[in-house]
């Protein structure tokens, strides 16, 4: 079945770096595009990042441009989300996220989370 683990999460200084992994299994990686996406409390979920299979193209929310970088490595089935010159407001649990093709179905999947939080 699909599996999405993230990993990477914590407490970090604002201004300061992180980052993220998720750990991928249960379908053709390198086929697939993904995303993170994140949440905070009383907010609805965000994309934050997104790639294409391949890792050619990526896209950004506003919010992150410039010092966010998403990439994707096909050979060990993860995707990565760089985060640097982290502030408050990113403070959010980030979840990974992938639409699977079965059949004539394209089922989403989301991993369990994982909490980053910027706080001096």
């Known amino acids: 079945q699909v599996q999405l683990v993230e990993s990477g999460g914590g407490l970090v200084q604002p201004g300061g770096s992180l980052r993220l992994s998720c750990a991928a299994s249960?379908?053709?990686?390198?086929?697939?595009?993904m995303s993170w996406h994140r949440q905070a409390p009383g907010k609805e979920r965000e994309l934050v990042a997104e790639?294409?299979?391949?890792?050619?193209?990526?896209n950004y929310a506003d919010s992150v441009k410039g010092r966010f970088t998403i990439s994707k490595d096909n050979a060990k089935n993860t995707v990565y989300l760089q985060m640097n010159s982290l502030k408050p407001e990113d403070t959010a649990v980030y979840y990974c996220?992938?639409?699977?093709?079965?059949?004539?179905?394209?089922?989403?999947?989301w991993g369990q989370g994982t909490q980053v939080t910027v706080s001096a």
């Open positions: 249960g379908f053709i990686f390198s086929s697939y595009a």
């Open positions: 790639i294409t299979n391949t890792g050619g193209a990526t």
């Open positions: 996220h992938v639409k699977v093709w079965f059949g004539l179905r394209l089922v989403p999947y």
